[in-house]
């Protein structure tokens, strides 16, 4: 099974930019579907965005409407990471945001968590002026 360690969070400003990585511990990301969620407390941890696998060139990608426009999930398969560009950050995009595999990355499905994936610690994005 694939393990996933996020990082790159932060404290910005509103209008700053910051770029998550979500990397492959073990195994590889080429087989997966990935998908970056973001919790705040005392509220469900939600979706934001995923990308297809590998395999699935030029496969769909999806964002939630209040990041579209501004966040760009990427792919380096080299580095077996998966990144989340964040630009024109705003005070609602704080949070603890994790990546995960992902049953399904289509524009008409809701982004779930793989069965078989665990949640990592995430990383804690602080947008505050």
């Known amino acids: 099974q694939v393990q996933l360690v996020e990082s790159g969070g932060g404290l910005v400003q509103p209008g700053d930019s910051l770029r998550l990585s979500c990397v492959a511990s073990?195994?590889?990301?080429?087989?997966?579907?990935v998908g970056w969620f973001r919790q705040v407390p005392g509220k469900e941890r939600e979706q934001i965005s995923c990308l297809s696998a590998r395999s699935r060139y030029n496969g769909p990608i999806k964002y939630v409407d209040s990041v579209k426009g501004r966040f760009t999930i990427s792919r380096a398969n080299a580095k077996n990471t998966v990144y989340l560009q964040m630009d024109s950050l705003k005070l609602e995009d704080a949070g603890v945001y994790y990546c995960?595999?992902?049953?399904?990355?289509?524009?008409?499905?809701?982004?779930?968590?793989?069965?078989?994936?665990?949640w990592g610690q995430g990383t804690q994005v602080t947008v505050s002026t």
């Open positions: 073990s195994g590889s990301l080429d087989f997966y579907a």
């Open positions: 995960a595999p992902v049953n399904l990355c289509d524009r008409y499905t809701d982004i779930v968590k793989a069965p078989f994936a665990s």
